[in-house]
């Protein structure tokens, strides 16, 4: 299944890592391990962070995916599942919203 990562990593050891040099070359050994679909550098509440698409066949691959991160830059990880509109539309949304229709909105 398709997953949403985000990943949020701290000041420190980030800092010190990007000053010694070595910052650039374990990213790129961690994304060459996990082999997201894609991966987006940006901010995350204040600071470096990424988020990326990645296809998970079981649930024990999970730390194969967060560990690079929580082991070199002491990072959080936060795992979504992602549907496509596709996998949407297979859900069938009118069928469970008839099972459930008895639930009041009030």
């Not at 060459?32 to 987006?40: N, T």
């Not at 079981?58 to 599942?81: G, T």
Request: hydrophobic content about 45%; charged content about 25%.
């Amino acid at each position: 299944m398709r997953m949403l990562v985000n990943v949020t990593c701290p000041i420190e050891p980030f800092n010190s890592m990007v000053r010694n040099g070595t910052a650039g070359e374990i990213i790129g050994r961690v994304i060459d391990d996990i082999k997201p679909e894609s991966i987006y550098f940006t901010e995350q509440e204040g600071n470096r962070g990424a988020v990326m698409v990645v296809e998970v066949a079981n649930a024990s691959d999970i730390p194969s995916i967060a560990e690079p991160w929580f082991l070199n830059f002491e990072a959080i990880c936060e795992f979504r599942i992602a549907m496509s509109p596709d996998d949407l539309m297979k859900s069938n949304l009118t069928k469970l919203a008839e099972k459930w229709q008895e639930v009041s909105m009030n």
